[in-house]
């Protein structure tokens, strides 16, 4: 199984960068995913990484360092509605692919 | 809109009673996976059909229950509530299990059990 760890909230300001982290502990890594969360919502997919380096989408990039077992969820220009849970979530070869979430940052986005 | 189905929005009902839970995965998409998400737990795995057949079994309790049917779409059978298995509830499917296939997710039925 897997150990996933992220930092339980963070605020940043409209307008500025906030990096959200996610260290895991796995024996057999095949992928690592972002999901954000409305509060009472569905997850909805934001980025996937299985290579080390980073992915860039938009506003969202996320970032991936196999060899550290780590990854960061990275958000520029926030904006208000970006306040959400951020999920990270880990597959590995164990099993049948299945990803293990983790329990999520709550990200709050002030004016 | 995920394009994942799933009824009820929401469900009140007494302990030691028996609900059910739908989903109709997205068209094409061959795995459901069901997620419970409580306020102290986050989202744990259930259970995750493929083509019909159950592929993984997570932290589901003997109480619980699922299945897919021919027609892809699955049920979440929880029975003898007790009042922690209050939690949302979500389905999510997918169109394989490896390589770059992301879960897609319904809006998820929020059980409330009384």
């Known amino acids: 199984g897997q150990n996933i760890d992220q930092p339980t909230e963070m605020t940043a300001t409209e307008g500025a960068i906030v990096q959200i982290n996610c260290t895991y502990q796995t024996s057999g890594f095949n992928g690592l995913f972002w999901y954000q969360q409305h509060a009472g919502e569905a997850p909805t997919f934001l980025s996937y990484n299985v290579l080390d380096g980073l992915e860039e989408k938009g506003r969202f990039s996320s970032f991936l360092s196999r060899s550290k077992g780590y990854s960061y969820l990275l958000l520029k220009e926030l904006q208000m509605k970006d306040s959400a849970s951020y999920l990270c979530a880990v597959r590995d070869h164990g099993g049948s692919y299945i990803p293990t979430f983790g329990r999520g940052t709550s990200l709050i986005v002030h004016p | 809109d995920s394009g994942v189905t799933q009824t009820p929005k929401h469900l009140i009902t007494a302990t030691g009673q028996r609900v059910t839970l739908r989903c109709s995965p997205r068209s094409g998409d061959l795995s459901v996976y069901w997620y419970q998400q409580s306020l102290d737990q986050g989202l744990q795995f259930l259970i995750h059909y493929y083509n019909g057949e159950e592929r993984a079994k997570g932290n589901i309790l003997e109480r619980f229950s699922a299945q897919q049917f021919p027609d892809l779409h699955s049920e979440l059978n929880l029975s003898s509530l007790e009042l922690g298995d209050s939690a949302l509830y979500f389905c999510?499917?997918?169109?394989?299990?490896?390589?770059?296939?992301?879960?897609?997710f319904g809006q998820g039925t929020r059980l409330t059990v009384v």
């Open positions: 999510a499917s997918s169109v394989a299990t490896g390589g770059r296939t992301e879960a897609f």
